[in-house]
C-alpha cells in the first residue's frame, strides 16, 4: 500500500523513556529491530525527571540494534544548540551505520524549559530560530571547510564541521502551528505530528498548509514524509474507539490514515503491556498493511 501522495508505508515504535524501565527499553527496541519495523522513535523532555535523557539512550539503543532507524520524536531545540544537534545525529548516524534520522521541534513546556535555563520564546521567536537551527544544521551536514552563519538566536562563526553523516539525514519537524507547518514544506524532509492533537478531521487543514509551503517553494509535496504519532492499543473483541479494537479495526483506521489522511509512516505508542502490543502490531496489523494493493 501507498498513501495518497505515493509514498510506501513504514511502521514504528515509540515508548517512555523511564529512567525505572531501562531494561523494557532495550527489549523493545530489539523486538522492534527483530520483527522487522523501521523505526523507533523516543520522545524528547529533558525537564521530565523521571525520563531518561533522549539522546544518550538513542545511542544505548543504537548499540543494541542492527536495522531497525532511530530518531528523537521530537528533539527539544532551545535546551540544544543547532551545532551540537548536527554533530550528535552525524555521530550517531555514523556510529549506526546510517540508521538515524532527526525529529525537530521549536520547543513548548516554556515554564520548564526556562527552569533548566533555557530561553523563553514567543511563537514566532521560536519559528525563527527552528528555521535558523535548521540551516546551521544543514550546513553542517554539507561537507563545506568551514561554515558561518549569523542569526537572531543563533550564530556560527569559522566552524569546522564533521563528521559528514553515513547517509542524507532527513530532519522532520514535529509543528502544528500555520506558519510553522508552511516552514516544513518549504524546508523540511517530514512532518511528525502526533494523533492527540492533530486528530483526524484537523489533518486535512494541517496537510494543506505543508503542501502549499512546499509548492510556493517550488517543491513537490510527495518530497516530504508524514510520520503519525498514533497511540492506542489492540485489543480483542470489539472495537472500543478510533485506535482501540482488534487487528482488523487497526488495519482498516492506519488504511484511512494513509489513503484519505496521506500518511506514509505509522509510530505506534502502545497504551499498556508495551511488549505484547508491539508484538501484536507487528505480527497482526503491519503485515497486512505492507501487503495490501494500492487502492483502485
Known amino acids: 500500500m501507498r498513501s495518497t501522495y505515493g509514498r510506501a508505508l513504514e511502521f514504528g515504535i515509540s515508548f517512555v523513556p523511564a529512567s525505572t524501565d531501562v531494561e523494557l527499553a532495550r527489549a523493545l527496541a530489539r ?18 525527571r523521571r525520563f531518561l535523557e533522549t539522546w544518550s539512550l538513542l545511542a544505548d539503543l543504537i548499540a ?17 544548540l543547532p551545532a551540537m544537534i548536527a554533530k550528535q545525529a552525524a555521530t550517531l548516524d555514523v556510529l549506526s551505520g546510517g540508521r538515524f534520522e532527526l525529529g525537530l521541534g521549536a520547543g513548548a513546556f516554556w515554564e520548564a524549559i526556562g527552569a533548566m535555563g533555557g530561553p523563553v ?9 527552528l528555521e535558523e537551527a535548521m540551516r546551521i544544521i544543514r550546513a553542517f551536514w554539507s561537507g563545506e571547510r568551514t561554515i558561518g552563519f549569523d542569526g537572531e538566536h543563533y550564530s556560527v562563526h569559522g566552524l569546522h564541521p564533521g563528521p559528514e ?29 502526533s494523533l492527540v492533537w492533530a486528530t483526524p478531521e484537523k489533518v486535512p487543514e494541517l496537510q494543506r498548509r505543508v503542501d502549499d509551503g512546499a509548492s510556493a517553494a517550488g517543491r513537490d509535496p510527495s518530497e516530504i514524509r508524514r510520520v503519525y504519532n498514533v497511540g492506542g492499543t489492540i485489543v480483542d473483541g470489539p472495537a472500543r474507539g478510533l485506535v482501540t479494537g482488534p487487528p482488523r479495526h487497526w488495519i482498516e483506521t492506519l488504511t484511512g490514515f494513509a489513503t484519505e489522511l496521506g500518511f506514509d509512516t505509522f509510530v505506534f505508542w502502545p497504551d499498556e503491556e508495551p511488549l505484547r502490543q508491539v508484538e501484536r502490531f507487528a505480527t497482526e ?10 487502492p483502485g
Not at 31 to 48: F, N, T
Not at 65 to 70: H, K, Q, S, Y
Request: hydrophobic share 45%.
Open 31 to 48: 523486538r522492534a529491530d527483530e520483527l522487522g519495523l523501521d523505526l523507533v522513535g523516543i520522545q524528547d523532555h529533558p525537564y521530565q
Open 64 to 80: 543494541r540494534t542492527e536495522r531497525v532507524r532511530l530518531f528523537p520524536d521530537v528533539a527539544n531545540l532551545p535546551l540544544r
Open 121 to 129: 520564546r514567543s511563537g514566532g521567536e521560536a519559528l525563527r530560530a
Open 165 to 193: 553523516p553515513a547517509h542524507p539525514i532527513g530532519i522532520w519537524l514535529g509543528v502544528g502551528k500555520p506558519r510553522a507547518l508552511a516552514l516544513t514544506g518549504r524546508l523540511a524532509d517530514g512532518w511528525v505530528p
Open 285 to 294: 496489523v503491519v503485515p497486512a498493511l505492507r501487503d495490501a494493493p494500492a
